[in-house]
């Protein structure tokens, strides 16, 4: 009945626990830094007076911005840098070539393309790629650069290679034949003789770019940006969106950085530290377990990890994410309170990283009420599907309601919010299968995977009824008194009910030497008490290998391995004694291996089997008879010590002890005797 202290192992495991988590939440926290006040325009500012803590200048809007941008870069001209010679070299080469590679048909030809080609040079010819540089920025005029010395051209005469051969060919199609001088291959005689310059152009662009100024006024140290209740002009909306970036460019620094993951360090570890205190306070239960305390420490860092990494890659809307899987988790495996806390821990958490905190809190808070009271107890798949619709319909109901105060108009609804609680309501019915990873990780075991193993069709259970019926009935209502004991003391009724159907199974290995399936033949007459003694022993070890060959959780192992604890067999054990009073009795012999149970659960399945079992022992069934058995039975359990390992109370055990004498006398209550009709 006592808790075993923390050994200074335990504690130390504990800090590991919190200094991980907490560092692992920090690290992905958003690091730059955050303006603390949200604002929308044309709503009224929420907050008291601010005041500029330092000169700033009012930025233009951005669509100002680049409408002036679009403006002043109409008189962009860039650079082309002119090779004189390119032109000279190719005339060379074409009265080289003239009656070589080619034959015109007279010099008035040759004249006519020396002449074309002149008026194409001195205009300017450029390659495909410069060609997409000029159309890219829309110039009427580009600066042609000659020995260092830039001068404006008309861009209209910059022709490319292809360009400049048509206008070569069709020139003057009156005198002189387009189809000869097709023939003539005069395009290998054209080649660009301009080169865009990057730099220059580049450096033209920005110099224009830099006329334009950024900022259309000034705010003053100590001058007031806005006041409580003042409607959020363009204006005010201009010096809140310019106070606001230069804030985060001061925060920008080493130190500032520093002094941001120390206040997130802190915020987190002390959010987290509160929910260790309440651990230590209100659930030691799951404070000295460990892996109780690893799962829920694993799930509270899970979503703000999450939320940090949806909000500083811009990824989807964070309510999507369903954070009501973790309230359900914790139901299940724990308890509603714990549930509660570690939720609100957790999104609290989670909202020191968003823009608008308060409306995070407020919907999420009301999701993880309608999460815990919809899922009181999970037992089947059906009920996923109605908490989900249930938060589902919460979350709407709420952001509704929140708008209408907000907006005060329908037509101002934020719709795509309600597409985000639908997403959020069919990630929930995930649920399930994030349920058994959680089990098989862990080693928790839920109580959907409890119903399923109550299941009388279980292999177990059907060849338990087949081969040991007494046995099997004698489970059955093992199971039915100490689920209602659990029920009446708060415990885990299902999980004791499935501990209560498996923890004989065991006897199957000798079933016709257990009283309740013998028919008339005892075999114990023929043999020695030590040897009946280890053989009802043995039920128990039998029963443990059977559990593992099925794979049975560990949590029912453990009703099997606890259910007698260290007891003895006693009526072997009592028959040796008094059969040799003078001789030293090997006590190990007729002791069950144990261990003594160690929660409330093992402890009711302990009381409600030695008490069932001792019921059919009584030769008349009247109050006084079933009420001292049931006295003798459990006070003698208590004074054996079998109780000490356990968090069960003098006042579960009182309320325990009421309920199976109730029980009894239900099951064991006098029939009238009904008369024979006299002839």
């Known amino acids: 009945m006592s808790t075993k202290p923390s050994t200074y192992r335990d504690w130390l495991y504990k800090g590991v626990i919190y200094l991980a988590a907490v560092i692992l939440i920090v690290s992905f926290m958003p690091s730059d830094g955050k303006f603390n006040y949200q604002y929308d325009k044309g709503k009224p500012w ?140 005069l395009n290998e005689y054209i080649v660009p003789n301009l080169t865009y310059d990057k730099a220059k152009s580049e450096a033209a662009r920005q110099e224009l770019l830099g006329s334009i100024s950024a900022a259309e006024g000034m705010v003053l140290r100590e001058e007031k940006i806005v006041d409580r209740g003042d409607i959020v002009t363009d204006e005010i909306y201009n010096k809140l969106l310019s106070y606001e970036k230069e804030s985060l460019k001061r925060s920008d620094t080493s130190s500032q950085q520093r002094l941001i993951w120390l206040g997130q360090f802190l915020f987190v570890g002390i959010f987290m530290g509160s929910m260790f205190i309440y651990l230590e306070l209100f659930r030691r239960d799951y404070f000295e377990h460990k892996r109780s305390l690893l799962l829920l420490i694993s799930l509270m860092s899970i979503f703000p990890i999450i939320t940090s990494l949806m909000v500083t ?26 549930a509660f806390m570690a939720h609100t821990v957790t999104m609290l958490i989670c909202s020191v990283v968003l823009r608008y905190p308060y409306d995070f809190v407020i919907l999420q808070s009301i999701a993880g009420l309608a999460a815990i009271h919809s899922l009181r107890e999970l037992s089947q798949r059906s009920q996923l599907f109605r908490t989900a619709f249930f938060i589902t319909l919460f979350y709407c109901l709420t952001y509704f309601s929140y708008e209408l105060i907000t907006e005060n ?88 009910r499935t501990g209560a159907l498996y923890h004989d199974i065991g006897k199957m290995g000798n079933p016709v030497f257990f009283t309740e399936n013998q028919n008339g033949v005892n075999p114990h007459k023929n043999l020695p008490y030590e040897q009946s003694a280890q053989i009802i022993i043995n039920h128990v070890t039998y029963g443990l290998k059977l559990a593992e060959k099925y794979n049975l959780p ?59 079992a001792a019921s059919h022992s009584l030769t008349e069934y009247t109050e006084e008879s079933i009420n001292g058995l049931v006295d003798k039975i459990i006070d003698g359990q208590v004074a054996d010590g079998f109780f000490l390992e356990c968090p069960i109370t003098f006042r579960d055990i009182t309320t325990i002890k009421a309920l199976f004498k109730e029980k009894l006398k239900a099951v064991y209550h006098t029939r009238i005797s009904y008369p024979e009709l006299k002839k």
Not at 71 to 89: H, T
Not at 316 to 328: D, G, H, N, R
Not at 570 to 584: G, L, M, R, T, V
């Open 409 to 496: 108009s329908l037509d101002k609804m934020n719709w795509p919010m309600y597409f985000n609680f639908l997403i959020n309501g069919v990630l929930l019915l995930f649920t399930y299968p994030f349920l058994f990873v959680l089990e098989k990780m862990f080693g928790f075991t839920s109580n959907v995977t409890l119903v399923e193993l109550s299941n009388i069709n279980h292999p177990l259970l059907r060849q338990l009824s087949e081969v040991a019926p007494g046995t099997f009935q004698h489970t059955m209502q093992v199971a039915n008194l100490a689920a209602e004991a659990a029920n009446k003391i708060g415990a885990k009724s299902q999980l004791v």
């Open 313 to 338: 890659y811009e990824f989807l809307s964070v309510y999507m994410l369903p954070i009501a899987l973790l309230p359900i988790s914790v139901r299940v495996f724990m308890d509603s309170r714990t």
């Open 554 to 612: 560990k949590v029912i192992r453990d009703f099997i391995a606890t259910h007698h604890g260290h007891g003895k067999t006693k009526y072997f054990y009592i028959s040796y004694k008094n059969e040799h009073p003078d001789e030293p009795v090997d006590e190990s012999i007729f002791t069950y291996p144990g261990p003594n149970p160690a929660t409330r659960e093992q402890a009711i399945l302990m009381m409600a089997d030695a008490v069932e």
């Open 46 to 185: 929420r907050y008291g007076q601010l005041v500029a803590k330092f000169d700033f200048p009012i930025y233009k809007d951005e669509a100002v911005v680049k409408q002036e941008e679009d403006s002043v870069l109409k008189r962009f001209q860039p650079y082309y840098v002119l090779d004189p010679m390119v032109g000279g070299q190719q005339m060379l080469r074409l009265n080289a070539d003239e009656g070589h590679a080619f034959r015109l048909p007279n010099s008035q030809y040759l004249k006519h393309v020396e002449r074309t080609l002149e008026e194409i040079y001195r205009g300017g010819v450029i390659s495909n790629a410069d060609a997409a540089h000029l159309q890219e920025w829309h110039a009427k005029e580009v600066q042609v650069v000659e020995q260092n010395v830039a001068s404006p051209h008309s861009a209209s005469s910059l022709l490319t290679v292809k360009e400049a051969y048509e206008r070569l060919i069709n020139a003057d199609t009156l005198r002189y034949s387009k189809a000869v001088l097709q023939q003539c291959n």
